[in-house]
């Protein structure tokens, strides 16, 4: 167990890399190249701990104005004014590091932590301390004595810098821990990325993981498969079977599919996976809500297409047996949509998830290397919440026989497995349903015709 006293940053998603938050007295680096949000994180830091009462310094070795820094920040709603020259002081001392030295800079801060009884200290502009510096003992120096008087009088501290330090530098081997914050550009988007190089004595969720600016300032996306390393729940010691919403389906896989499972229904654009799919999810009452979670068409258009096939969205979302969630495919982050999907299930009860689609969802996805990983712990997550799932995944060829994954060990995620596809019967494209897969239960391996009629779906033997 972690014994650690940790001062929370307030900013979720980093207290959930950091393992509960920084660790309370120690030091840490931010590091990233200018604009990658290093000022905005320790700000948004800063005034969300003199919100719980803490105390904060901010010090600048950079030339820049607090004034410019303020205008800045007024954009941001975690940014109150009223604070400072309160609880988060602002001073500069760069006029005190260009005329007097580094010894004198620590001076300075030392009489200001002491005066101010700060428990935080920010200071900004380590590049520049380190080119005023005679030599790295100097820069070790440096570090090593406002550590010292910082963690005598509980304060914390975090050292900005603009340069890319590496691992074995000075202000690398000084400080209890680094965070490394960047962007770069993923084909036309821009992604930004941050990373916990270093977490001296604490543990902490490792590897690359994204975030954005917002007006709320810094919000942080655990990889979700970091997260999520182990399942919440183990798998129930007894089979639960739910309809598919088609009788004539539940007929040919031994009476439904199993509580807690995960289907994915595969096949071309219009050969009915969303259809079936919404079959599935109108076996939701107010008792059982269920949750369409789509990426292509509005709920305007799903509330539209489901009257077609005689099933009534509209009223099942009055009564609460449905939730309609519409996502867009061209923005956003993969991992903020996973969570944003959990929460829904966990506030709102949910039973049943229709995810439409798996592949308009891995859209998002700028590392195209986590499809499978980020899959399992979601897929996983939900099961632990005793949810049974139905997603889509769209193949390209109009008329074929093979389910084109995007990896080849994605159908292990699934318990069971529909192929959807069309073929030529005649002068006429005929529906076609191939159940490849159903965990748990024995099923009809025959070919079955899909029928969709304005009262809905059925399946019989071709």
Known sequence: MDQLKRLKSGIDGLDILLKGGFVAGASYIIQGRPGSGKTILANQLGF?????????????????????????????SFFDKSRIGQSIQFVSAFDTLENEGLDEVVKLLRREISRQKSTVLILDGLLNARSRADSPIDTKKFISELQGHAAFAGCTVLFLTSSQLDDGSPEHTMVDGVIEMGEESVGPKSVRRIKLRKTRGSSSLSGLHEFEITDRGIVVYPRLESLLSQPALSDSDYLVQVSSGIETLDNCIGGGLAG??????????????????????????????????????????????????????????????????????????????????LDIVKRENIQRVFLDSLGGMSRVMTDKTRV????????????????????????????????????????????????????????????????????????????????????GLSVKKV
């Not at 701990?49 to 004034?67: C, I, N, W, Y």
């Not at 509330?303 to 923005?331: C, P, Q, Y």
């Open 372 to 455: 499978m990983d980020f899959y399992t712990a979601l897929m996983g997550a939900l099961r632990a919440e005793g949810v049974t799932v139905v997603g889509t995944w769209e193949i390209p060829k109009l008329i074929a026989v093979e389910v084109n994954a995007p990896t080849s060990d994605l159908s292990s995620i699934f318990d069971n497995i529909l192929l959807v596809r069309f073929e030529q019967n005649g002068s006429e494209l005929q529906r076609l349903l191939s159940i490849l897969k159903i965990r748990d239960s024995g099923y009809d391996p025959s070919l079955l015709e899909l029928v969709i009629s304005d009262s």
């Open 260 to 341: 807690s499972s995960v289907t994915l229904i595969a096949g071309p654009s219009g050969a009915g996976k969303t259809s079936i799919g919404m079959e599935f999810i109108h076996e939701c009452t107010p008792e059982e809500p269920g949750l369409y979670f789509g990426f292509y068409e509005s709920p305007q258009r799903i509330r539209v297409k489901a009257a077609a096939l005689g099933l009534d969205f509209e009223s099942m979302e009055k009564t609460g047996a449905l939730h309609i969630v519409w996502n867009t495919t061209t923005a956003g982050h993969i991992d903020q949509l996973a969570y944003e999907l």
């Open 48 to 76: 969300n701990h003199v919100q719980s009462g803490g105390r904060v310094l901010f010090a600048t070795l950079l030339a820049e104005p607090h004034d410019r820094l303020f205008d800045f920040l007024s954009t941001l």
